[in-house]
C-alpha cells in the first residue's frame, strides 16, 4: 500500500469522533494493523511493558477522557499496573487476546449507569456561581462518589456560565447539545450489539496502541479518514452548506459559494432540514446526516426543509422538497486569501495560508503562485508578507513547493527515518515567483508544514519571520496510507497515519520541541497558551544533522549526480544575509510603536490572563489584528530601509 508524506497536527481525531461508521476488523486484523504501524514507525520496533502502559492509560482516557464516569478505585489495578500484569497483558496482547481491554469496557458500562444516577443529584441551587477552567487542566481521578458528584457540579456550572455568553435563542440549544453529545457517547460505548461491541473496542484499542508510540501516529475509522482527506484536500463531494444542529432539524447557516447548493439557488440560509431521501433526520447526530447528504459527484439528494419567512406575527412557515445534484465543493475560505495594502506608488501582497492542501486539479503551492502573479500584473507590488498562523501543515510536498516560490533552486528539507537515512527534498523548477521583501507571520500554532517553509525562508535569509515568540514544534514527520492526490475510496478496516522520522532544514535544525525562532517577536493572542510539541504525551526528542547549502547530493546516486549539478550551475540559492543590517532597526521601531499602541499594551496585559478568548481579544481592543498590523508596518520599514540602501549604492 502507497503512503503519503504528511506534515500536520490532527487535534480532533485521536479519540473516537461519536457516531463515525466503526472499522470491519477482528482481533487477527488488529494485530495486523498495529504490526504494519510498528514496522514503520521512527523510534519504536516492538511493544515493549512501557509502551503497553501507555497503550491501557490511553484506552481509559478513550472512554473517559473528562474524568466524569470513573472513580479511582474502580481503576486502580490499570491506572497503576504492576509489572507482571505489565508483562501477561504484553503476552495476551501479542497472541490476540484482547481481554482485559474488554474487562476495563465492561467497568465504563457500570460507572455510565452509576453516572445517571448521580447526575440526580446535581441540582441547579446547589451549584457555585463561578468556576474556574483551570481547575479542569490536568485533573486526578475523584476517589468517592461525593468528591464525582462535586465534580459533575462544577462542570455543570461551567458549562452554563459559558451558554450565558450566547444570546437567549442560543443558550437552551447549547446545553441540550451537550446533553445530546453525552447521550450519543454512552449509548456508543454501551451498544448491546456483540458486533458494535467487539468492534468498538477493537478500534478504540489500535487508537489507543497508535497514539502510544506518539502524539501524531493516529489509527482513524473510515468516517475519521473522510473527514481527515477533507481537511486535507480541503474540498469534498456533497450540496456545498454548512448546518447547525437545531435539535429539531439541521438549519443551514451557510451557502459556500461556488457549491450545487450556491448553484441551484433553491436553498436558503436557515432553512431547516428535517429529512434526506425521505429519512428522517430529526434526533439524528449531525455526523450521519452529513453522511446522508453527501455522496458520488452527480448523483441527486432529495431534501425535506422548513422553511420560515416573515416576522414573528405574519411568520409563514412551508414544507419543500428540493433535489440538489451533488458535486464537488472546495473549501476556498479555509485555503487560502490575498489582498494588498497600498504604500507609496505600490502595494504590499498579503498571502494567507490555511493549509499545504492538494488534489488532483489544485494545490497550495499553484494557487499561491496564480495569486502571486495577479499581484505583480495589477501592482507594483515593493513587498509580501506571507501569514503561517494557525496553519497546522499538511502535505510535505507543498511545503517544499510552496518555499520554492520564494528561492531559486536547492534543498528545503531532509527527512530521517526510522533507519537513519537521510532523504533531501529539492526545489528544482527555477519557477520563482517573488525575489523581494519578504516576511512570515507566525504564531504557536504555526506547525509541520508551516514550520518548515518558516525555517527554510530563515535559514536561506529569504525572509523575516515574525509573530510569536516560537512557532508550534512539529519536527515530525507521518505517512499515511491513503494518497490525497488520487480518488480511491477509504479501507473499510480503517486507515492509519504513522510517524516515520524527523525532518531537518537546509540548516541542517529541526524545529522539533523548539518551533522556529521569530527574528521579530510580535504578541498575539497566543503568546501565554501553553501550545506545542514540549506539552505533548510522548514527543520525539531533537537533534540535528549537518548543514547542507551547497547540497553535498549524498542522498542521490552517483550516476545521476551530474544532471543535478547541471540543474544548480546558475541559481542554486545562496545563503543570504540581506535583511541582517537592517533587524536591530526594525526591531526597535516595532518595539517603539508597540509601547506607544494603547490597544497593544491592553492586549499584552489581558493574554497574561488564562482565560482569554482570540476573538474575545479582537473584540475588546478595537481592532481586526493587531500582529497583522505591525507586520505591515514592520514591512513598511523594511522597504523604505532596503530603497535607501539601493539610492545610497547608485
Known sequence: MRKFLFLALTLNLVFHSIDAKLPEIDSPKVLEKVNEIIKSHASHTKLTPEIMKRVISNYIDELDLNKIYFIESDIDPWI??????????????????????????????????????????????????????????????????????????????????????????????????????????????????????????????????????????????????????????????????????????????????????????????????????????????????????????????????????????????????????????????????????????????????????????????????????????????????????????GLLSQAVSVTGLFITKGVVVGVKDNTGNVQYLRDLDGKMMWDGPLAVLVNRASASASEIVAQTLQDYGRAIIIGDDHTYGKGSFQTFTLNVGQEKPVNPEGEYKVTRGIYYTVSGKTPQLTGVLSDIVLPGPLSEIEIGEQYAKYPLENDSIKPNFDDDLSDIPYSQRSRIRLLYKHDLQKKLDTYTAYLPFLKSNSAYRIENNKNYQALLKEIKKENLLEDESKEQFGQNDLQLTEAYNIMKDLIILMDTCKEDAI
Do not use: C
Open 80 to 393: 497503576h499496573p504492576s509489572e507482571t500484569l505489565l508483562e501477561t497483558t504484553l503476552q495476551q496482547f501479542n497472541n490476540g487476546d484482547f481481554s482485559l481491554f474488554f474487562k476495563i469496557r465492561d467497568q465504563m458500562l457500570k460507572a455510565i449507569s452509576r453516572r445517571k444516577l448521580l447526575d440526580m443529584q446535581v441540582t441547579a441551587s446547589e451549584l457555585p456561581e463561578e468556576v474556574d477552567p483551570k481547575e479542569f487542566k490536568d485533573m486526578d481521578w475523584v476517589k468517592s462518589e461525593e468528591e464525582l458528584v462535586i465534580r459533575l457540579g462544577r462542570i455543570k456550572a461551567l458549562q452554563i456560565e459559558t451558554s450565558r455568553k450566547l444570546n437567549e435563542e442560543l443558550r437552551e440549544k447549547s446545553l441540550q447539545r451537550i446533553e445530546k453529545h453525552q447521550a450519543k457517547k454512552e449509548e456508543e460505548i454501551a451498544n448491546p450489539d456483540p458486533k458494535h461491541s467487539e468492534q468498538f473496542v477493537l478500534s478504540s484499542i489500535l487508537k489507543a496502541t497508535a497514539s502510544a508510540l506518539d502524539t501524531h501516529t493516529v489509527y482513524f475509522t473510515p468516517g475519521e479518514a473522510t473527514q481527515f482527506m477533507i481537511n486535507v484536500q480541503q474540498r469534498l463531494f456533497g450540496i456545498g452548506a454548512q448546518l447547525r444542529d437545531d435539535l429539531n432539524g439541521f438549519t443551514i447557516v451557510k451557502i459556500i459559494e461556488g457549491g450545487p447548493a450556491s448553484e441551484s439557488k433553491q436553498l436558503k440560509v436557515k432553512d431547516r432540514i428535517v429529512a434526506v431521501d425521505d429519512e428522517p433526520v430529526v434526533g439524528m447526530d449531525i455526523l450521519s446526516a452529513v453522511e446522508l447528504i453527501r455522496g458520488k459527484e452527480g448523483t441527486p439528494v432529495k431534501l425535506t426543509v422548513i422553511r420560515e419567512e416573515g416576522d414573528d406575527e405574519n411568520k409563514k412557515k412551508e414544507e419543500l422538497n428540493i433535489t440538489i445534484i451533488r458535486g464537488e465543493v472546495v473549501l476556498k475560505e479555509t485555503r487560502f486569501e490575498t489582498a494588498y495594502e497600498p504604500f507609496g506608488d505600490g502595494v504590499i501582497a498579503y498571502l494567507k495560508l490555511y493549509s499545504f492542501y492538494q488534489d488532483p486539479e489544485s494545490s497550495s503551492a499553484s494557487d499561491l503562485a496564480k495569486e502571486i502573479e495577479k499581484l505583480k500584473e495589477n501592482h507594483r507590488v515593493k513587498g509580501i508578507i506571507l501569514d503561517l498562523r494557525d496553519n497546522s501543515g
